[in-house]
């Protein structure tokens, strides 16, 4: 795993500046460069997620392409995928598992990103929920291990409060920080003995970190629940060995200072804090 924190460190230091000098970091064996700024055409790579299948041992490594610029506001932003197929040790071409931007004849402009991957034991699949301008929300699944992908479904219709109102997400306070932002926990989500698939999100005019959850392998998808918490980014992991359908999940939350409160990272044993109503 050591040979692909270098592509955190470059997504991380897309923050610091947004123009970045295009190339890559100085040779630092064994770590390895897999996203270098300028590659590809994309001045800048930002937001990385790791997935391991655990049948074949195979990496994907997910990223957003940010195409003219590494600002947060939007632009030409595409996701993609390396792999590798030996613990790390090498890694294919990048391949776009979705873009939706053009620039000739017409410019026309997506932000496509925080890519959330989640490996489905009970049928083989990996399963890929990202977002469209941060206002809609995707899903894709592939089949043999991020070769292919299936064209990706809007799922924002059972996900974000009114959607199509981009920009006030129908909130009394529209400007409220993570209200109308929708988002992942970009990190992988989690799925329960009963084959029910558990992705952390926050946002989507719900006001809070809430979970998305499908009991039908990505066929369809629900909210169930969430945390009375400033919504903002998030994960969960097992607290026990079981993941039966009343586990206890560990919750660790990325909060701003929404609302004068101070930045913090909250950890709350889920189904025992007393600001949670989650898994019903």
């Known amino acids: 795993m050591r040979s692909v924190a270098a592509a955190w460190l470059l997504?991380?230091?897309?923050?610091?500046?947004?123009?970045?000098?295009?190339?890559?970091?100085?040779?630092?064996?064994?770590?390895?460069?897999?996203w270098c700024p300028g590659e590809n055409n994309y001045t800048c790579y930002k937001i990385p997620s790791l997935l391991r299948v655990p049948t074949s041992g195979a990496l994907l490594g997910f990223i957003e392409g940010r195409k003219?610029?590494?600002?947060?506001?939007?632009?030409?932003v595409d996701v993609l995928l390396k792999r590798s197929t030996d613990g790390g040790k090498t890694w294919s071409a990048a391949s776009t598992v979705y873009s939706n931007s053009t620039d000739a004849p017409r410019k026309e402009w997506h932000t496509i990103g925080d890519a959330l991957p989640l490996w489905d034991a009970a049928t083989s699949t990996v399963h890929l929920v990202f977002t469209r301008d941060n206002s809609d929300v995707f899903y894709t699944r592939s089949t043999d291990e991020g070769a292919s992908w299936a064209p990706p479904r809007n799922v924002s219709a059972g996900v974000v409060v009114n959607v199509g109102r981009s920009g006030t997400c129908g909130m009394a306070q529209p400007n409220l920080a993570g209200t109308c932002f929708c988002g992942t926990g970009h990190a992988s989500g989690l799925q329960l003995q009963s084959g029910r698939l558990l992705i952390p999100m926050y946002g989507c005019g719900r006001n809070k970190p809430f979970v998305l959850t499908s009991a039908d392998h990505g066929a369809t998808w629900q909210v169930s629940g969430g945390i009375a918490c400033a919504p903002n980014e998030w994960d969960f992991a097992p607290a026990t060995a079981s993941l039966g359908d009343s586990a206890t999940l560990l919750a660790s939350i990325r909060a701003k200072g929404y609302g004068g409160l101070p930045s913090v990272r909250l950890q709350a044993r889920l189904r025992q804090h007393p600001c949670c109503e989650f898994l019903k």
């Open 68 to 76: 003219y610029s590494c600002a947060d506001d939007g632009g030409h």
């Open 11 to 34: 997504a991380l230091s897309c923050v610091a500046a947004q123009t970045i000098k295009p190339g890559c970091l100085p040779p630092a064996p064994p770590l390895r460069d897999l």
